[in-house]
């Protein structure tokens, strides 16, 4: 069964305890309300609610809903090469490549080695690349989605662009053709709606939606030292190659290549590597080697 966020399961159970709905000048005596399934696993649809709207058993008219929480941020969480490709087809990867490329001397001039916290430092960070998020905000490091307001609709709302298996959710036991394609956004919590008419009543129709700036939002994965570990295997957006020339550390930042590599799996050993080259290893190091290192001669 179909795990609901608290917001998305309140909506279902308030459609679900209607007796009677008015929808587009029609009265409706049965309604069944579920969040659609997507075929196989991985991945979920864009809509979150499919309500069926029936009279004497038969579906006359659908509603397919895709939520937001009024205090949420993230439109993607956990950004993967399958997401992106489900978000914005084919051209995913020129679409962030262009996307990212106003903000590449950012990227270049960020800080990538440095002990945190700066008084009795615990470790020693290494960034491998960063993560991407698609939100709603500007963040420290983020660029605006190059996409015209049109697309931002069918493929971060609507999720026009999304494989077939989740365009055609399963909705019961049922598959039913573009069930996972949202018609309608729907933005609050909880406590705004307390039975289902109100929920049709704020209903936002996507095919008129003008869309807020939508940002890809970017954070560092590093590999700490002393940990010998990074932040999870999480793929990277914009990818560091750490490599030693002349004694020191140089990154190489990979732009042509978002969410191709994950930090964990495929850079962190490139820092290991050069990292041992010149004598540090997690075995070599301790938290007064941390206190007495100069960062700024290692790159």
């Known amino acids: 069964m179909p795990r609901y966020n608290e917001f998305e399961s309140h909506l279902v159970q308030l459609f679900n305890a209607s007796e009677n709905l008015s929808w587009r000048d029609k009265s409706y005596s049965e309604i069944v309300a579920c969040k659609p399934a997507t075929q196989g696993s991985g991945g979920e649809c864009k809509t979150d609610i499919y309500v069926s709207l029936r009279n004497m058993g038969q579906e006359e008219d659908s509603i ?18 399958n997401d992106a490709e489900s978000l914005f087809g084919c051209d995913w990867v020129s679409i962030l490549t262009e996307s990212m490329k106003p903000i590449e001397k950012q990227f270049r001039q960020s800080k990538l080695i440095y ?6 430092p615990k470790d020693l960070f290494f960034t491998l690349g960063w993560k991407l998020e698609i939100t709603n905000k500007i963040r420290n490091l983020s660029s605006e989605l190059k996409l015209s307001p049109n697309d931002i609709v069918d493929k971060v709302y609507r999720g026009t662009e999304q494989p077939k298996r989740r365009k055609d959710g ?10 996972g394609v949202a018609d309608y956004l729907l933005e609050g919590d909880s406590i705004d709606f307390s039975d289902a008419q109100s929920v049709l009543n704020n209903l936002i129709d996507l095919s008129n939606y003008t869309p807020p700036p939508v940002y890809l939002a970017f954070t560092a994965n590093n590999y700490r030292l002393i940990a010998n570990k990074a932040d999870g295997k999480r793929t990277l957006a914009v990818a560091i190659e750490w490599s030693l020339s002349n004694g020191r550390l140089v990154p190489k930042f990979i732009f042509e290549s978002p969410l191709k590599y994950q930090g964990e ?19 070599s190091v301790d938290t007064n080697f941390l206190e007495e290192i100069d960062v700024e001669s290692l790159q």
Do not use: C, Y
């Not at 850079?267 to 290893?281: D, H, N, V, Y």
């Open 170 to 179: 399963l909705v019961g036991n049922l598959v039913i053709e573009n069930s």
């Open 265 to 283: 799996t495929h850079m962190m050993p490139f820092i290991k590597s050069a990292l041992a080259e010149i004598g540090i290893t997690t075995q």
């Open 64 to 81: 397919k809903i895709t939520v937001k929480k009024a205090d949420a941020e993230f439109l993607v969480n956990k950004m993967t090469a």
């Open 115 to 120: 002990v945190k916290p700066q008084k009795n």
